[in-house]
T-cell receptor, first 110, second 118 residues
Framework: GQNIDQPTEMTATEGAIVQINCTYQTSGFNGLFWYQQHAGEAPTFLSYNVLDGLEEKGRFSSFLSRSKGYSYLLLKELQMKDSASYLCARTRQAGTALIFGKGTTLSVSS | GAVVSQHPSWVICKSGTSVKIECRSLDFQATTMFWYRQFPKQSLMLMATSNEGSKATYEQGVEKDKFLINHASLTLSTLTVTSAHPEDSSFYIC??????????????FGPGTRLTVL
């Protein structure tokens, strides 16, 4: 992805908490997205942050710091079905296409 | 709400033939749709931005004469891969932006089309 960095792989166990970090280039920033993608399927929307702070949505939370060009996705009470690729994405400007990071493959084991 | 469909889900074709992929927004209008391509174990790469009633905007390195995009209505965009070759084999995914949605940045993805060129 264009100047969007996230770890390639992470592993965790069921019931645990995992934090997936994402850093991005701050110029022209308009909003930060997180998507979940299972193998062979299209991405599904998880969260959208445009202001600083933490947004909680059930087991998933997303944090944004615009000044630091930093976001993280927090997954609580991990389940086996959470094993997937998690994609950090941003828009180049309002209403334009998403630019994706390379994704973080999360493996959850029992 | 906010459902996007793609057809076909998968297609196998011979080298040199053309393949058309449809992307439809089922319950909202989308003046803008986006086409992405994803190779195995890689992230989604934007190919082009499709605007209803006007020409598509292609990303650098994407051949506009090979990947023909038509966005004739507010709910339908098509991508035609012309003279397909094995290196065009990939997962093609469209997304649509809800023109009237609360967040104009949120995009909804279709289920993707797996293209295999023999």
């Amino acid at each position: 992805g264009q100047n969007i960095d996230q770890p390639t792989e992470m592993t965790a166990t069921e019931g645990a908490i995992v934090q997936i970090n994402c850093t991005y280039q701050t110029s022209g920033f308009n909003g930060l997205f997180w998507y979940q993608q299972h193998a062979g399927e299209a991405p599904t929307f998880l969260s959208y942050n445009v202001l600083d702070g933490l947004e909680e949505k059930g087991r998933f939370s997303s944090f944004l710091s615009r000044s630091k060009g930093y976001s993280y996705l927090l997954l609580k009470e991990l389940q086996m079905k959470d094993s997937a690729s998690y994609l950090c994405a941003r828009t180049r400007q309002a209403g334009t296409a998403l630019i994706f990071g390379k994704g973080t493959t999360l493996s959850v084991s029992s | 709400g906010a459902v996007v469909s793609q057809h076909p889900s998968w297609v196998i074709c011979k080298s040199g033939t053309s393949v058309k992929i449809e992307c439809r927004s089922l319950d909202f209008q989308a003046t803008t749709m986006f086409w992405y391509r994803q190779f195995p174990k890689q992230s989604l790469m934007l190919m082009a931005t499709s605007n209803e009633g006007s020409k598509a905007t292609y990303e650098q390195g994407v051949e506009k004469d090979k990947f023909l995009i038509n966005h004739a209505s507010l709910t339908l965009s098509t991508l035609t891969v012309t003279s397909a070759h094995p290196e065009d084999s990939s997962f093609y995914i469209c997304s649509a932006r809800d023109s009237a949605g609360a967040s104009t940045d949120t995009q909804y993805f279709g289920p993707g089309t797996r293209l295999t060129v023999l």
